[in-house]
């Protein structure tokens, strides 16, 4: 029996969707029914930790025993017994569950910095981040330097903005700094709402503390005595741990008034966002915490001189202010030893899409593309590599051909896309350059405030001209439309939203024009992915008859004795590809 | 007031006040730059996008009603590029717009239809789904088109800021954006009619004049409202010898503001009850008489009073439909003709 035990389960809305909640709870019931706890007594501990990254493998669950540590992929609550009498009681690590190359290959490449400590603390614990080194920046700070000392060392650290623009931050506390004003505010932005990007949301849930401890130096450097976190009401785990963690951070006297001793006050509420994705933008996200309709202003004025209330505001998204604690603690120049001439520090990036290790992962500014995909993600679930989507919708796609491009603010912009918030979606041959396209306008379109004509009416446009060429009604001259109008939105809108929106299109056109022009031309899609142009037959030669396709088809549209060739109806076909997935000896022919 | 700077607009040296927007600062030079959502009296918005120019030093085009001028800025309110996207706007606009040009109450005078004009826009490469909305509220002043309404939000910003009322707002999102009350009900406020009078198109109109007349038919006559004592300045719409229509000017003295009596309460002009001369009852009935025998009947009657009863038995009750100057005199008359402090006004009632 080992003299200490700890266990921790990831549990962030990854790890409970895939029933991290009920294993915590096997685990609970298993240490104390073999006496575990009994005997380990205060040194036996479960906790509940954020997200590490690796979604994919969840429920994942780190076992240490003695300060040895083994990591099980996949656990289910049926599985948690084994795991206790074996490994736990016995000492033999359950072989068969544990995690395998992949996920050491996943982590091996990668450098946290806000994620350090995500996986590792309780979020719904200060003494355990307290632990590692948590709150140290706040102590060394308050007090002993003046906020000018560290709006210098934020200057000297190179971090930029990691919300999308990738403004320099300490620049930014600088410009709130300067004017006089008898309130200021601070403002953390937690209304991630790029489709696929989870980054902020697993920050919050994995470790609370970072960002407040960030917000609290910011508000300390800037002089604001009040702060918000504008968060998206869907994120309910993050919210309810900021929420645990502000109370906590209150008691233990780093937030509130008076902090440490050192006259300094500062409070922090958190303000939920009623799930418009324009709220993202600083000032549709002022307006909407004064209470009006979510719609961007013309800046200047710039929120540094007049944000909320008119007062002098700071906005930062999470992984900036996460990242502010550990250059303080580290060091500026640790810091800026990562990353490249102009893009300094880490970048956290949601990576999904067609590749074998999907998750969440941080790497140094800089890193070639090639690298996250292959060497992170384990390169393509199955397909041919074909593109990258980054940056969301207000980003572009990065060709194959490209894959050596180094990911940081320049590389990326020079070839049309964006780091944006860091969402990052690998697309394989199977993917419609088209439809991915027409999916981000969509989006875009549908969370368009309606204020600026430019994209109230451009994109719903240019999202209608989409929706035709891929239903194979495209027109000579759509493609020069989608240009021309394109960047006309782009030149003409009111906000980043508008102005960046045109980018899925205008991008895929420069690197895969040719499948443009297919659906137009040829009415044909190459990827064999707009409906309207597809047509699936069955292959005599190569189907036996099993009816499994007959069966599974929802419009009666496949008809055939059995062990006999099937035939496919093109008048009843709905196009919905039933058969083709059903089919197990590829006799369903598509194109 | 700020300090005077020196611009350059398309080429030319302006001196103007340092506390303008470009927009501001260019009218008041003599340039013209297209808007629709402007309005001098409201906070600069910048939702159409057509003000657009070009300053020198910012890579991008900015919008000329949000921008304030700067010593040295150098404007340029027009070219290729601008106007491109300025074409781009309208067209945008015209191809989710009812475009019943022949049967619209504003044609002639709608801004939209100006702008169309002038960029000659005809065709469009837009066309595409437009907004179909069945309007039809139950008050009897506003009538509300909003097929017709390019999401100006003047009509929103003159509620809010001017009237401190926010019986509107934009709602919904993207191609479905729609100004509308809360929860799309039916408008329910003061009707000052404000927004209607600063709608730029034919979106939103007054029930009493739609149909009755275009501006081009109509003949103006300034005029003073005669509901209270503000003084309001009206301008008459009138056509075929009757009155349409009642508006205000922005550089009156009400700065073209109204409230729902002088906007809307014009109906009484033709009521054949009103009162064209003064009455006496004679004989148990009023009959018409001369303003002069009117006058010296009053002044009969005062006297003899005034002689049998002394001036306490009189009494003077004043309106606030009457001016200060006039209400003055009134208490002049009563205090220092008649002799008594009996003298009040309506409004304390």
């Keep these: ?591 | 007031m700020a300090d005077r700077i020196n611009i350059t607009i398309d080429g030319e040296k302006v001196n103007v006040d340092g506390g303008l927007t470009v927009l501001q600062a260019a009218r008041r030079s003599g340039f013209h730059i297209p808007t629709l959502c402007d309005d001098d009296r409201l906070k600069p918005y910048g939702g159409c996008r057509l003000c657009l120019v070009s300053i020198e030093g910012i890579p991008r085009p900015v919008t000329a009603c949000t921008t304030p001028v700067t010593d040295g800025m150098v404007v340029e309110t027009s070219n290729d590029h601008i106007e491109r996207l300025r074409r781009t706007i309208v067209e945008l606009l015209l191809s989710d717009h009812p475009n019943d040009c022949m049967t619209c109450d504003r044609a002639g005078d709608c801004t939209l239809q100006e702008l169309a004009y002038f960029y000659g826009l005809r065709d469009n490469r837009f066309w595409g789904e437009r907004r179909r909305y069945e309007d039809d509220d139950l008050n009897p002043f506003i009538k509300r088109d909003m097929e017709k309404c390019v999401l100006c939000g003047k009509c929103v910003r003159v509620c809010r800021e001017v009237q401190g009322v926010g019986a509107i707002e934009i709602s919904y999102r993207g191609f479905g954006a729609k100004v509308c009350p809360p929860y799309e009900r039916d408008l329910n406020c003061e009707f000052c009619g404000q927004c209607v009078s600063l709608c730029p198109t034919g979106a939103l109109s007054g029930k009493q004049w739609s149909g009755k007349g275009r501006e081009k038919d109509v003949k103006k006559i300034k005029t003073v409202c005669p509901y209270c004592g503000c003084g309001c300045n009206l301008t008459l719409h009138v056509s075929r010898n009757e009155v349409i229509r009642v508006s205000s000017e922005p550089d009156t003295i009400n700065e073209g503001w109204l409230c729902p009596k002088g906007r809307f309460g014009y109906e009484f002009i033709k009521s054949p009850d009103l009162l064209k001369s003064p009455l006496i009852r004679k004989n148990g009935k009023l009959e018409e008489v001369t303003w002069d025998e009117a006058l010296k009947f009053v002044s009969e009657k005062l006297g003899s009073i005034k002689e049998k009863y002394g001036p306490d038995a009189i009494g003077g009750l004043s309106s606030a439909r009457c001016t200060n100057e006039e209400n003055y005199l009134f208490q002049k008359f009563i205090r220092a003709g008649i002799g008594t402090n009996n003298v009040d006004h309506c409004a304390r009632l």
């Design chain 1, 1 to 591: 029996m080992p003299k200490a035990v700890d266990i921790r389960i990831c549990m962030g809305t990854g790890g409970i969707a895939a029933g991290a909640s009920a294993v915590l709870e096997r685990f609970e019931e298993e240490l104390s029914s073999t006496g575990v706890g009994a005997s380990v007594r205060e040194n036996c501990s479960r906790h509940n930790v954020g997200c590490r990254g690796f979604c994919a493998r969840d429920v994942l669950v780190d076992v240490i025993l003695d300060g040895e540590r083994t990591t099980y992929q996949y656990i289910k609550p049926d599985m948690v017994q084994r795991i206790v009498e074996e490994h736990i009681v016995s000492g033999n690590p359950v072989e068969d569950w544990v995690v395998t190359d992949d996920y050491h290959n996943f982590h091996e490449k990668q450098v946290k910095v806000v994620l350090s400590d995500c996986g590792e603390v309780d979020p719904e614990d200060i003494n355990s981040y307290k632990s590692r080194g948590g709150y140290k920046a706040v102590e060394s700070v308050i007090g002993s330097k003046t906020p000018e000392d560290v709006i210098e060392m934020i200057k000297s650290s190179g971090l930029r903005g990691r919300g999308g623009a990738g403004f320099p931050t300490g620049l930014k506390w600088e410009f709130a700094r300067k004017p006089e004003s008898d309130q200021k505010y601070i403002i953390c932005n937690a209304d991630e709402g790029d489709p696929g990007a989870f980054m902020d949301r697993s920050i919050i849930e994995g470790n609370p503390h970072s960002v407040i401890e960030g917000m609290t130096i910011g508000a300390y450097c800037i002089g604001a005595d009040k702060g918000y976190v504008y968060i998206r009401a869907e994120y309910p785990l993050a919210v309810k741990r900021l929420r645990i963690a502000l109370e906590q951070a209150k008691e233990a006297g780093y937030l509130g008034e008076n902090i440490l001793g050192s006259g300094f006050s500062f409070n922090i509420k958190v303000k939920l966002g009623a799930g418009a994705f324009v709220c993202g933008e600083e000032t549709a996200l002022i307006a909407s915490i004064e209470g009006q309709r979510g719609m961007p202003r013309a800046k200047p004025p710039f929120p540094a001189q007049q944000g909320l209330w008119g007062k002098p505001t700071v906005i930062n998204n999470v992984e900036t202010f996460s990242n502010v604690p550990y250059i303080v603690t580290k060091g500026p120049d640790w810091f800026s030893s990562f990353g490249t001439e102009k893009s300094k520090g880490t970048k956290v990036f949601a990576l999904t899409g067609k590749i074998r290790n999907t998750g969440l992962i941080e790497v140094p500014m800089g890193m070639s593309l090639k690298e996250i995909i292959y060497d992170i993600g384990g390169g393509m679930e199955r397909g041919e590599f074909k593109a990258v989507q980054t940056g969301g919708p207000s980003g572009g796609c990065i060709p194959k051909d490209m894959i050596d491009i180094n990911v940081d603010f320049e590389s990326l912009a020079k070839v049309g896309s964006i780091v944006g918030s860091g969402g990052m979606v690998v697309l394989d041959d199977t993917d419609c350059m088209v439809n991915i396209a027409k999916f981000f306008l969509e989006f875009t379109q549908r969370e368009s405030c309606g204020k600026c004509t430019p994209c109230r009416v451009g994109t719903k446009r240019l999202l209608e001209i989409l929706d035709r060429v891929t239903e194979g009604k495209g027109k000579s001259g759509d493609i020069e439309l989608l240009l021309t109008l394109g960047q006309d939105i782009k030149d003409s809108s009111l906000c980043g939203l508008g102005q960046t929106a045109p980018n899925p299109i205008l991008s895929t056109i420069k690197y895969f024009r040719d499948e443009y022009e297919a659906h137009i031309n040829e009415k044909r899609c190459p990827a064999a992915v707009c409906k309207a142009m597809l047509t699936y037959t069955i292959l005599e030669d190569a189907c036996k008859g099993c009816t499994l396709c007959a069966k599974a088809c929802p419009s009666d549209a496949i008809s055939g004795e059995k062990k006999k060739p099937h035939v496919i109806d093109q008048g009843l076909c709905v196009k919905c590809g039933a058969c083709f997935d059903t089919c197990k000896f590829k006799a369903v022919h598509k194109e």
